[in-house]
């Protein structure tokens, strides 16, 4: 009976022993997670948490980046499978790998996983963000309206409330609530941090088309007797007996009423001037330059695909100067570790 149970003992160690081996094999054999093997063999990690997350996701980025996207996202796997539950190691990883995710329905999971699990995450308000846009990419804009209005509501302090505003005051505006848009827009615009180029064009050409406050103010004031004595127009002595809506001060409601068309979605090049854009990528087919497109409209980035036959090219943004081109260029680099260049695109 003894030696039974010794033998018992040792075959269950040795199968310990078999299935942490196998583990260490399988993390070291993944690209590029050398660290990641350290931490199994020696038990402490050669760096901090949050470096050794940031190592592994810049890693998973430039596979996905050099058309190894099945690699890159079986190294995000890994990452989510040794962070802990509920630790903001996990809310990281959700978060990376959803960005990178091969299709919108496997980055929602994600996305919503990392909102309703990790609220006190500074994940959280980003998740809400990203639902967001992919949602308003879906075509489902009122599903993206209450997502962004929860992100206003529950994360009101969150960094992502300055990409969000611009996306939910362009989406008011879309649908017709202009003064509501007009509103979000003026309320979020402080909060665009400095140096973001592209997000700062695309609130000033938004807001282009928002009447000025002080105008409409004025406007309102002048309607407001006419708008009062509307149930008794009847009367012949109304008109007379209301000094705001006089000839006089017709004048006052004019300026309101000229921006009343709504902007379009993407900038309209000016029919004079060199158009600019920053190019990301070029592919050789529509599917894989429609995913990358997807990703960085998913980042907040204003991308597009441009061709009709390969290569496709994948770029974000149109400039009136080559030199806030150049600008947006060089902070997408910064950002996002990869590269981009300018280039002269047609009008239109």
């Given at each position: 009976?003894?030696?039974?149970?010794?033998?018992?003992?040792?075959?269950?160690?040795?199968?310990?022993?078999?299935?942490?081996?196998?583990?260490?094999?399988?993390?070291?054999?993944?690209?590029?997670?050398?660290?990641?093997?350290?931490?199994?063999?020696?038990?402490?990690?050669?760096?901090?948490?949050?470096?050794?997350?940031?190592?592994?996701?810049?890693?998973?980025?430039?596979?996905?980046?050099?058309?190894?996207?099945?690699?890159?996202?079986?190294?995000?796997?890994?990452?989510?499978?040794?962070?802990?539950?509920?630790?903001?190691?996990?809310?990281?990883?959700?978060?990376?790998?959803?960005?990178?995710?091969?299709?919108?329905?496997?980055?929602?999971?994600?996305?919503?996983?990392?909102?309703?699990?990790?609220?006190?995450?500074?994940?959280?308000?980003?998740?809400?963000?990203?639902?967001?846009?992919?949602?308003?990419?879906?075509?489902?804009?009122?599903?993206?309206?209450?997502?962004?209005?929860?992100?206003?509501?529950?994360?009101?302090?969150?960094?992502?409330?300055?990409?969000?505003?611009?996306?939910?005051?362009?989406?008011?505006?879309?649908?017709?609530?202009?003064?509501?848009?007009?509103?979000?827009?003026?309320?979020?615009?402080?909060?665009?941090?400095?140096?973001?180029?592209?997000?700062?064009?695309?609130?000033?050409?938004?807001?282009?088309?928002?009447?000025?406050?002080?105008?409409?103010?004025?406007?309102?004031?002048?309607?407001?007797?006419?708008?009062?004595?509307?149930?008794?127009?009847?009367?012949?002595?109304?008109?007379?007996?209301?000094?705001?809506?006089?000839?006089?001060?017709?004048?006052?409601?004019?300026?309101?009423?000229?921006?009343?068309?709504?902007?379009?979605?993407?900038?309209?090049?000016?029919?004079?001037?060199?158009?600019?854009?920053?190019?990301?990528?070029?592919?050789?087919?529509?599917?894989?330059?429609?995913?990358?497109?997807?990703?960085?409209?998913?980042?907040?980035?204003?991308?597009?695909v441009d061709g009709s036959a390969a290569p496709f090219r994948v770029?974000?943004?149109?400039?009136?100067?080559?030199?806030?081109?150049?600008?947006?260029?060089?902070?997408?680099?910064?950002?996002?570790?990869?590269?981009?260049?300018?280039?002269?695109?047609?009008?239109?």
């Amino acid at each position: 009976m003894t030696t039974s149970g010794v033998d018992g003992t040792g075959r269950g160690m040795l199968l310990r022993s078999v299935r942490m081996a196998g583990a260490m094999a399988l993390v070291c054999l993944l690209p590029g997670t050398t660290a990641w093997g350290q931490v199994l063999a020696t038990g402490s990690a050669p760096m901090s948490a949050d470096d050794s997350v940031a190592a592994v996701v810049r890693r998973a980025q430039r596979l996905v980046n050099d058309g190894q996207g099945a690699d890159g996202r079986a190294l995000m796997d890994s990452l989510l499978e040794a962070a802990e539950p509920r630790s903001r190691k996990e809310a990281e990883a959700l978060y990376w790998r959803a960005s990178l995710a091969a299709s919108w329905d496997d980055a929602q999971r994600d996305y919503l996983r990392l909102m309703l699990e990790h609220e006190l995450s500074p994940r959280y308000g980003d998740a809400m963000l990203r639902l967001a846009q992919g949602e308003a990419t879906r075509n489902d804009r009122d599903a993206a309206i209450r997502y962004l209005e929860r992100l206003a509501r529950e994360a009101p302090e969150s960094a992502a409330r300055a990409e969000g505003g611009l996306w939910h005051g362009r989406l008011l505006v879309e649908r017709g609530q202009r003064d509501q848009g007009c509103a979000v827009l003026r309320e979020t615009r402080p909060r665009v941090p400095t140096g973001q180029l592209e997000l700062e064009n695309q609130y000033e050409f938004l807001l282009r088309g928002c009447p000025d406050p002080a105008a409409v103010a004025a406007a309102t004031a002048g309607e407001a007797p006419t708008s009062a004595a509307a149930p008794t127009q009847a009367s012949a002595s109304v008109p007379a007996s209301t000094p705001a809506s006089t000839p006089a001060s017709a004048p006052a409601a004019a300026p309101a009423a000229a921006p009343a068309a709504t902007p379009p979605t993407t900038p309209t090049p000016t029919a004079t001037g060199t158009v600019w854009s920053v190019q990301i990528a070029a592919v050789s087919t529509l599917s894989e330059a429609t995913a990358l497109s997807r990703r960085l409209t998913a980042r907040g980035y204003a991308a597009r695909v441009d061709g009709s036959a390969a290569p496709f090219r994948v770029r974000i943004g149109r400039f009136a100067t080559r030199a806030a081109a150049a600008d947006a260029a060089a902070a997408y680099k910064a950002k996002e570790k990869a590269d981009a260049f300018v280039v002269e695109v047609p009008r239109g």
